[in-house]
Nanobody
């Protein structure tokens, strides 16, 4: 069982940066690939990035590639999403999630956090 708690969201101006954190509880954290997803009002949940259990593989959506970086610290049971050059279209609730496989679709993920709001003003 893995419980996930996101933090670090907030209001930022376009062009700014935020770093999201996702703290995991449970001794099996290192078994899981960890992903970030986001959901804007009126839109479906969208894949953002995923990192393998060891951290040696990452994959990001085209919409954030070159701007967002996913990383993890297994000693701290934490996964991060560094978001730079933020745009108003990045405004959404951001969720972290855990999956036993390295996937980019939400159905593969077993555990989800409660989400953290990111708002980017123009």
């Amino acid at each position: 069982q893995v419980q996930l708690v996101e933090s670090g969201g907030g209001l930022v101006q376009a062009g700014g940066s935020l770093r999201l954190s996702c703290a995991a509880s449970g001794r099996t954290f290192t078994k899981y690939a960890m992903g970030w997803f986001r959901q804007a009002p009126g839109k479906e949940r969208e894949f953002v990035a995923v990192i393998s259990w060891s951290g040696d593989r990452t994959y990001s959506s085209d919409s954030v590639k070159g701007r967002f970086t996913i990383s993890r610290d297994n000693a701290r049971n934490t996964v991060y999403l560094q978001m730079n050059s933020l745009k108003p279209e990045d405004t959404a609730v951001y969720y972290c999630a855990g999956a036993l496989t390295f996937k980019s679709f939400a159905e593969a993920y077993d555990y989800w956090g409660q989400g953290t709001q990111v708002t980017v003003s123009s």
